[in-house]
């Protein structure tokens, strides 16, 4: 069976075990909190249990939805902005063939938008867009977000010059409020296919509901392996806090252990540059859930062995507030062999017959002991290789282990009220009605 190791020895040496067994009495009231709805945020738990109660029939829906998209478009866009895209762009490229440049085996290449506020990058999508078949959905729980709002109103505009009305509406599936926002009323209106994010699912938690599942659905992977993955988790990590069987748990205590100690900052890692996305969809999680009240472990991410050639030094020598959690990835899915060469000019024969993955592990052991060595603590999650079932289980792992983090921080872990700051200014100096006394006063600042 596929299954999630998590492994803290190399962690352990740097934690006092007293501030870890404080903790570990901690937890088992945190996890009741979080059980019994009596937490901060509670009322933001609908992903607690949403891989086992997930329905067939949404499914279902989702399942038939995409089989219409994929037949139609050969690009697929995702419009949407922090948790309600970083979810799907993270399973889809840890899934995905990186060199598949076009439609591939019927998979629609998936694009993305609404992201950003790049003028060159929205130019170069619809320049792109003019002689492609495609399709979008729209992603928005609260339907007023600026970048999305704004990208979608681009793309609705050339869909509709492109198909006509009828048809393009026909292109577009909007994922939003059961009820409320701009985006809900424009799509009634407009009679686009719709999706709910459930009103108790934050955005960085909804990579379960269609949020990620229709895009990754139309990516062409497997959405009931990937709710497998994580309702194995699910079920787990329900039937005890302790650390001894809960993975989620001995992460969360493990981190929290660290951070007493004095290492604030985080740095996710991985061997496989197809867990990229995975990085970013972790570092906004966890930013998100525990940075506020002047508290939380900063969350950063790299890449190696690409990154050991830039943030490699600053980890083996620089300030000795950073930990590591490595995602490790037992196997490939591919083997590509090392061949022999007669004139062995590179000097590469000692490694001829092995495979470049021994390489990786061997470099991926070499760092953890040489980053241990020089005062960086270690965490390493296992799995056996990158598919639905595996990225499945990390999934749930990572969020339930973040909400136990933000009780033991003593945060919300499911509001980011932090996010408000820049949007108020960007309205002020944009002119947005309703926005005039802020206006005046960013003004002022300015002079
Ligand atoms: O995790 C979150 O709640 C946020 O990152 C949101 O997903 C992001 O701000 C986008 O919000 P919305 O889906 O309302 O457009």
Redesign the pocket.
């Known amino acids: 069976m596929n299954k999630l190791s998590i492994e803290t020895t190399r962690a352990q040496e740097f934690i006092d075990q007293s501030s870890f067994e404080k903790l570990e009495k901690e937890i088992y009231y945190k996890n009741i909190d979080l059980d019994q709805k009596k937490g901060r945020g509670s009322d933001y738990l609908g992903w607690h249990h949403l891989p086992s109660t997930i329905s067939t029939d949404l499914i279902n829906d989702i399942k038939a939805t995409a089989a219409r998209i994929r037949k139609k478009a050969n690009y697929f866009v995702v419009i949407?902005?922090?948790?309600?895209y970083l979810g799907a762009r993270a399973v889809i490229e840890a899934l995905s063939n990186p060199f598949a440049a076009y439609k591939t085996d019927d998979n629609p290449k998936i694009l993305y938008a609404g992201q950003n506020l790049s003028e060159d990058y929205l130019y170069n999508l619809l320049q792109l867009l003019d002689n492609e078949d495609y399709a979008l959905t729209v992603?928005?729980?609260?339907?007023?977000?600026t970048e999305?709002a704004l990208a979608f109103r681009l793309l609705k505009d050339h869909l509709e010059k492109k198909y006509g009305e009828e048809e393009a509406a026909d292109r577009i599936i909007a994922i939003?409020d059961a009820s409320k926002g701009a985006l809900r009323n424009l799509a009634g209106q407009k009679g686009y296919k719709t999706y709910i994010?459930p009103d108790d699912v934050?955005?960085?938690?909804?990579v379960l509901t269609p949020v990620g599942l229709l895009p990754i659905a139309i990516a062409g992977f497997d959405i009931e392996l990937l709710i497998d993955g994580a309702k194995k988790m699910e079920s787990l990590c329900s039937s005890s806090a302790s650390p001894k069987v809960n993975p989620a748990a001995l992460y969360a205590l493990t981190r929290n252990a660290l951070l007493k100690k004095g290492y604030t900052v985080e740095i996710l890692i991985n061997f496989s540059p197809t867990l990229m996305y995975f990085n970013e969809w972790w570092k906004?999680l966890y930013g998100?859930s525990e940075g506020k009240e002047h508290k939380g472990i900063f969350p950063a991410g790299a890449n190696f062995t690409t990154d050991l050639h830039s943030m490699g030094q600053y980890i083996q020598e620089g300030q000795r507030n950073l930990f590591e959690t490595l995602i490790a990835v037992k196997s490939p899915k591919n083997k590509v062999i090392i061949p022999n060469d007669k004139q062995n000019l590179d000097g590469l024969n000692y490694l001829s017959g092995k495979n470049v993955e021994y390489v990786n592990q061997m470099a991926q052991l070499g760092t953890s002991i040489a980053h241990v060595d020089g005062g960086v603590p270690n965490i390493k999650i296992e799995i056996d290789q990158i598919n639905e079932d595996s990225l499945g289980q990390l999934i749930y792992f990572f969020e339930l282990a973040v909400a136990y983090s933000g009780y033991l921080l003593g945060v919300n872990p499911f509001d980011?009220p932090g996010?408000e700051a820049y949007k108020r200014n960007m309205f002020a100096l944009l002119g947005k009605p309703g926005f005039e006394k802020e206006t005046k006063e960013i003004r002022k600042k300015l002079q």
């Open positions: 949407g902005i922090g948790g309600s992603i928005s729980k609260s339907g007023t977000t999305p939003t994010v934050g955005g960085r938690f909804s906004q998100e980011q996010v």
